[in-house]
């Protein structure tokens, strides 16, 4: 006898197997809930909304087909890898450009990182980084170099997850429109020929001020949520003894719930004689800081820190501030991605709450299909039966 997740003994000995139990379906378990989000019975057959609109997103992303003649200088083929499709914008000057691609042996789609013009040799912590896997960390499976682009490329080969939109994308590109910033927020004065004139006071405060007003700050909840799956990552990074070196928005992606870091490994790949892990850890958690900054103001103009850490006291616990404070901190004290534990505190456990609620609404799903052939092969029996010609 199977032995239950709550410990053996749970099914008395004398308890006999109905010999229809594999012919009969409950309903929905008490624990769940009723389901609100389609009227009468049709909530008892479809599955909600919110799952179908998620999975049906991630469909259409992976089976959308591009016209290849779009990208005519892109090569047809990359070792084993074929029908590239760019994953961003190209940008003048690239030092490095992101694809899907397809295995041509299996047919699955993986996501490739090209550094343009690296003839580099695969290192060490690139095999240390092919061995982390951790369920907010888009994995690196393979790095090899290539000449199909007419240079020598390095190529870092990553699980391709569908519908991943950045946080830059999803929480800081709200920036007011108007003549003097852009889609992104950032300031451009028309009188000034440097692109990269520091942007006045009055700009970063009107920012935040707009985005208290309108109440597009997020909620402390979602800021949690995303620090404990971020500080997750970043310690299971620490543990094998790598450092991320790449914590910034565009280069952290969401998919529904989930949080996960992408293009781990790259800035090894740029730099492979930095001896410095450490110092690079201590800089994974002040990035970490500055994105929960940021997150917090909905804004990547957070240079000026009092005005900033003064809306994130007077719109957010003071814990979330403290947490903040601690992680820009530049004391000459070694912090440590554990020490964030006891800051985070209770939260952790409303984020596995979370997860097992989650878990539980996707199980009662996947109960409702697991024998959803039942009919057809019924027909199919009484079809082979039937002595009808029709």
């Known amino acids: 006898m199977a032995e239950s997740c709550i410990g053996p003994g749970v099914v008395g000995p004398t308890a006999g197997a109905s010999p229809y139990g594999q012919q009969m379906y409950p309903g929905t378990p008490t624990h ?18 919110t799952i179908r609109a998620e999975i049906y997103q991630r469909n259409d992303d992976i089976f959308l087909t591009t016209d290849l003649r779009q990208y005519p200088d892109l090569p047809e083929n990359v070792e084993m890898y074929s029908e590239l499709t760019p994953l961003e914008g190209a940008a003048p000057h690239a030092m490095a450009t992101s694809f899907r691609a397809t295995h041509r042996a299996s047919a699955e789609h993986y996501a490739l990182r090209r550094l ?20 907010n960390i888009i994995r690196l499976h393979d790095v090899f170099t ?3 682009f007419g240079d020598h490329s390095m190529m870092l080969v990553y699980d391709y997850h569908p519908a991943c939109v950045t946080l830059m994308n999803k929480y800081l590109s709200g920036g007011g429109g108007g003549a003097v910033t852009d889609g992104n927020g950032a300031f451009h004065d028309p009188f000034s020929s440097d692109p990269d004139a520091p942007r006045p006071y009055t700009h970063q405060k009107n920012a935040m001020l707009r985005a208290v007003a309108c109440g597009a700050l997020l909620p402390e909840a979602v800021l949690w949520s ?25 280069k952290v992606v969401m998919n529904g719930c989930r949080v996960r870091i992408a293009w781990c490994g790259v800035a090894d790949a740029l730099h492979p004689n930095t001896n410095d892990v450490g110092q690079a850890q201590q800089d994974d958690l002040t990035a970490l800081g500055r994105l929960a900054l940021a997150l ?34 530049t004391s ?25 609620r989650r878990a539980d609404a996707f199980e009662e799903q996947l109960a409702r299909e697991i024998d959803n052939g039942r009919l ?8 082979i039966v039937n002595e009808r010609p029709e």
């Open 296 to 329: 917090a103001c909905r804004t990547i103009h957070c240079d000026n820190l009092p005005a900033s850490m003064e809306l994130v006291a007077r719109t957010y616990s003071a814990d979330l501030k403290n947490l903040i404070l601690y992680l820009l901190s």
């Open 32 to 49: 769940m809930g009723p389901m609100t989000s389609k009227p009468g019975l049709a909530s008892t057959f479809y599955m909600p909304e």
């Open 376 to 383: 057809l092969r019924i027909l199919i029996k009484l079809g």
């Open 116 to 135: 343009h013009s690296f003839a580099g040799v695969p290192t060490k912590r690139l095999e240390l980084w092919k061995q982390i896997d951790h369920p």
């Open 226 to 250: 995303l620090l404990v799956q971020l500080t997750a990552a970043l310690r299971a990074i620490h543990t094998a003894g790598l450092a991320c070196r790449s914590l910034d928005p565009t």
């Open 146 to 148: 290539t000449k199909a």
């Open 332 to 356: 000459a004290a070694r912090r440590s991605v554990t020490d964030l534990m006891p800051m985070i505190g209770a939260r952790f456990y409303n984020q596995v709450e979370a997860l097992e």
